[in-house]
């Protein structure tokens, strides 16, 4: 799960880089889908953690 996280923020800080830089749309929207997919996993991998050690999912 650390790793994801470092991806994220990694990813995060690159994104906001592209924007701040004015980069073109195409790339920025690549790269925010890329962050998307690393947020999805840690999600899933968190649910998936909760769920199995018997904790409310809420």
């Excluded at 924007?19 to 790269?31: A, C, P, R, V």
Aim: no cysteine; aromatic share 6%; charged share 30%.
């Amino acid at each position: 799960m650390k790793n994801n996280a470092l991806a994220i923020i990694k990813n995060r800080i690159k994104l906001e880089r592209m924007i701040s830089n004015n980069e073109d749309y195409e790339k920025i929207l690549k790269q925010s889908q890329k962050l998307d997919k690393l947020i999805n996993l840690e999600m899933s991998s968190y649910l998936y953690e909760t769920n199995n050690n018997g904790e409310s999912l809420i």
